[in-house]
């Protein structure tokens, strides 16, 4: 099996003017693996996942999407991506699923899933609405295509949102705290959507402050603090035998606010 980076990003810093969040980041996420960030409000996790989409500029560093360096114009707070067409390449085959789910109010589930593969990639609206209906099927809500987003719970909205980036057939899947907006029995109807893609094998970094899914779902698991790895590993290490004081210290008060792990 193949398992070179489909992302790989190496000493990236990212400012917003004088705040320094991002302070010399590596990461790789191989193909067929998952990469779960870890780490407080304000540690850089979700920044890390927009530059790595090219949503947000970094000021230096590199970012490489299937072994191909994204081209860069100017240097520090005035750098910017080179070349339009190689962004919006990358970015059709990295597929964000975001906090918020971002349906548009005025079109049915399946127009928001058909949405993109037809518009952007041009693709056939009969071959997509069939890709389409077979993963709004996969995630489970086969049966509300017709349906507006207002009808939906939050978790078959979120549900909706994944089958949406599925339906790009891209080479990875990034998770923005996707579980973060909903009630927790919602969020378990999620969780086990993601649960299932990470046993398919597919390429995805999951930000999360789901402990437990970042344990049962990752290949590797990275800490971040303030800007920086503080550890990194498999799961079993960083969640088993933590050696940082600061991943012990933030483990024992994420784990002691979350009822559903107080007795795992």
Same mark, same amino acid.
């Given at each position: ?16 003017? &004088? ?22 409000? $304000? ?7 927009? /530059? ?14 299937? $072994? *191909? ?8 707070? $005035?750098? =910017? ?18 906090? &918020? @789910?971002?349906?548009?109010? =005025?079109?049915?589930?399946? &127009? ?27 995630? $489970? ?9 207002? &009808?939906?719970?939050?978790?078959? +909205? +979120? ?7 599925? /339906? ?8 923005? *705290? ?9 969020? +378990? ?27 049962? /779902?990752?290949? =590797?698991?990275? @800490? ?5 790895? *503080? *550890? ?33």
């Amino acid at each position: 099996m193949d398992t070179s980076p489909v992302i790989e990003i190496r000493d990236l810093h990212k400012s917003y003017g &004088q705040l320094e969040v991002l302070k010399g980041v590596d990461i790789a996420a191989p193909r067929g693996h998952v990469v779960s960030l870890i780490g407080s409000s $304000g540690s850089g996790k979700s920044t890390l996942l927009r /530059c790595a989409n090219l949503l947000e500029d970094s000021q230096q560093g590199e970012i490489l999407f299937k $072994g *191909e360096p994204v081209a860069w114009r100017g240097t520090g707070a $005035g750098r =910017h991506p080179a070349d339009r067409a190689q962004v919006v390449r990358i970015r059709t085959q990295l597929s964000m699923v975001f906090q &918020q @789910f971002n349906l548009w109010a =005025h079109m049915t589930i399946l &127009q928001n899933v058909m949405e993109a593969p037809v518009t952007v990639l041009g693709r056939d609206r009969a071959e997509v609405e069939d890709r389409a209906r077979g993963y709004l099927d996969r995630v $489970g809500i086969g049966d509300k295509a017709d349906a507006w987003p207002a &009808q939906l719970s939050g978790g078959q +909205q +979120q549900r909706a949102a994944i089958a949406r980036a599925l /339906c790009m057939e891209p080479a990875a899947l990034l998770f923005d *705290e996707p579980t973060s907006a909903l009630d927790p029995e919602l969020e +378990q109807e999620v969780v086990r959507v993601i649960k299932s893609l990470a046993d398919e094998g597919r390429t995805m970094i999951l930000v999360t402050h789901d402990m437990k899914m970042a344990r049962d /779902c990752s290949d =590797h698991v990275v @800490f971040l603090h303030q800007g920086r790895i *503080e *550890e990194e590993g498999p799961p079993g290490a960083l969640f088993g035998a933590p050696r940082s004081e600061r991943l012990r210290g933030f483990l024992s008060s994420t784990l002691a606010h979350d009822p559903a792990h107080a007795a795992t």
